[in-house]
């Protein structure tokens, strides 16, 4: 392969979403909503979107991910994933927050948020927080999955960072640990 190839993907939200790049052409897109079952389903549609696109996991010469923010455990999916591959492929795996990977699919200057639940958005402005969704109405949330996917492996190619991708977390996690105590060993 002369040109890098790159795969992008994001399960920060209600779905999973990829695309890969050949230079800086898309060979393949693909998303898919689900409420749950990220984990179960994101390394079948990896591979089902390196087949499209005629390559294999030997090609990548870079990964990019959406590492949030967004929901808890779809961000960890994501990122669990990337790092690993990365580890396993020898190759750079970048975190891309969803405020670039948005604001890469609008029109410059156009203000973006990140949906979160009861009519909130997330937004930087510097730095990530939680608002209300009447307090900053302009900002363009809903991107179509698939443009984020492509949105994170172009910024992902581009990319001179290729620190481990971490969780952009702005808040705590809904789920809360267990009160009981371990388990008790059994010989």
Not at 43 to 60: F, H, P, V, Y
Request: aromatic share 4%.
């Amino acid at each position: 392969m002369t040109q890098p190839v790159t795969l992008g993907f994001d399960t920060s939200g209600p779905w999973c979403a990829t695309a890969v790049l050949v230079g800086e052409t898309v060979v393949a897109c693909r998303s898919e909503d689900m409420a749950r079952g990220q984990a179960e389903r994101l390394m079948l549609l990896l591979e089902d979107i390196l087949t499209d696109a005629g390559l294999s996991w030997a090609d990548l010469q870079r990964i990019g991910v959406g590492i949030g923010p967004g929901n808890f455990t779809g961000i960890r999916i994501s990122v669990s994933a990337a790092r690993g591959l990365s580890m396993g492929l020898a190759i750079p795996a970048i975190g891309v927050d969803g405020f670039a990977s948005r604001a890469a699919c609008v029109s410059k200057g156009q203000p973006v948020g990140v949906p979160a639940p009861q009519d909130k958005i997330y937004v930087a402005d510097p730095a990530p927080r939680l608002i209300q969704r009447a307090e900053k109405p302009d900002a363009i949330t809903d991107v179509p999955p698939a443009e984020l996917a492509t949105a994170i492996a172009r910024l992902a190619a581009q990319s001179e960072d290729t620190s481990p991708p971490a969780p952009l977390y702005v808040r705590a996690a809904d789920a809360a640990p267990s009160r009981d105590g371990p388990p008790v060993m059994l010989d």
